[in-house]
């Protein structure tokens, strides 16, 4: 069985239990505060991935400025250690790490099975917040490689450079429905981008919300045709889900060009002129 | 020394709200249920809640899920309905 690409990137609860009196720097992201607000992992902060890990007025992810903002306010330094959980089986979490490699932050770590499985495990919350030493971070100009952009993906599909990876449901994958049961609809149409494979982001975890082995990963993009050969550019409907596939292609398998969409569905099929399949 | 608790009597069961398969987990915090209805697929939380019992901590998580969902089935009957139509239109 192989090891993963890149195992400093993710860490267990049981890691993360025993060593939360260290100097972690430990962020939960989840889409608002309540979860946290309810209940947290000692000496944790928190993000809301809403309102501090987009720009809302532009739609897009944080400027290099905002970045650096956001980083000093948690105390974060570019030497800190990082560890990234969170509700939604760690899609926020994911979504925050992405853009904390855009950046070049070294050492962040996702927590494997998010907030879920350090419930299920019964180990300790808090509802105190720590108190944070702001600190001065001076991040790296944006890797644009980590991050597809519309232009250049649509230009690559027509191209066929590209292997697209559509980790949203087959339901929303065929466009039977465009959004999620609950959710709001933000597109026009219902579809996929032409030539995606749909490979949801579910089936890169276990039933307890952590990733399965390199080998069981390998073997389920190798039966769509995912290789790594080509770029793999993941994508969802808006962005998070696929950060999640990202770091499992990225970090987990180890193939190197591996890009977020993070315009996704949402920008694609609201796109006048641009071709879908259903 | 920082105060903290355990989550306890973790529970999650799967129901239907609105004619749609969810997912319902609850647990104890201190003296408090916490709730959270999720669909199935892909797994999104669409509805939280919390109070004295689990009864009430779902309700109020099942509450604040049921518009969203209800929504969802609106816009799929307006979809097909659309659909028909056009469908309808074109054979004639």
Known sequence: ?278 | MTDVFAPKDQQTRELEVAGVKVRVSSYAIRDRFSARVENLDPGTVIGKGSGKTRDEAEAKAIAGATPGIEASAARAFFHRSTAELKGSEDSQ
Not at chain 1, 6 to 22: G, S, Y
Not at chain 1, 104 to 131: C, F, I, Q, S, Y
Request: aromatic share 10%; net charge negative.
């Open chain 1, 1 to 278: 069985m192989s090891s993963y690409a890149h195992p400093q990137t993710l860490v267990d609860t049981a890691w993360v239990d025993e060593h939360r009196d260290e100097d972690l720097r430990v962020v939960e992201i989840d889409v608002d505060r309540y979860s946290y607000e309810e209940g947290h992992i000692p000496g944790a902060t928190a993000w809301d991935w809403s309102r501090q890990l987009a720009d809302q007025r532009t739609r897009d992810i944080l400027s290099k400025a905002q970045f650096e903002a956001l980083m000093g306010n948690a105390g974060i330094t570019p030497e800190s250690t990082v560890i990234l959980y969170g509700d939604n089986n760690n899609w926020f979490a994911a979504w925050a790490l992405w853009q904390m490699k855009i950046y070049g932050h070294k050492d962040v770590r996702l927590m494997n099975g998010g907030r879920k499985k350090w419930l299920a495990e019964g180990r300790p919350l808090t509802l105190e917040e720590p108190k944070i030493a702001r600190a001065k971070y001076v991040a790296l100009d944006a890797d644009t490689s980590l991050r597809g952009l519309l232009a250049s993906v649509r230009e690559r599909v027509a191209a066929d450079k590209i292997h697209l990876v559509d980790v949203r449901s087959g339901p929303e994958f065929t466009g039977e429905i465009l959004a999620p049961p609950g959710l709001p609809e933000t597109c026009q149409r219902g579809g996929h981008i032409p030539g995606a494979s749909n490979i949801p982001w579910g089936m890169v975890c276990n039933d307890d919300g952590t990733f399965k082995s390199r080998d069981e990963l390998v073997a389920l993009y190798r039966e769509q045709g995912v290789t790594g050969e080509r770029p793999v550019v993941t994508y969802c409907r808006i962005g998070e889900r696929s950060s999640h596939s990202w770091f499992a292609l990225k970090y987990l398998i180890g193939w190197e060009a591996i890009e977020n969409y993070d315009g996704s569905w949402t920008e694609w099929g609201n796109l006048v002129g641009a071709a879908i399949e259903r």
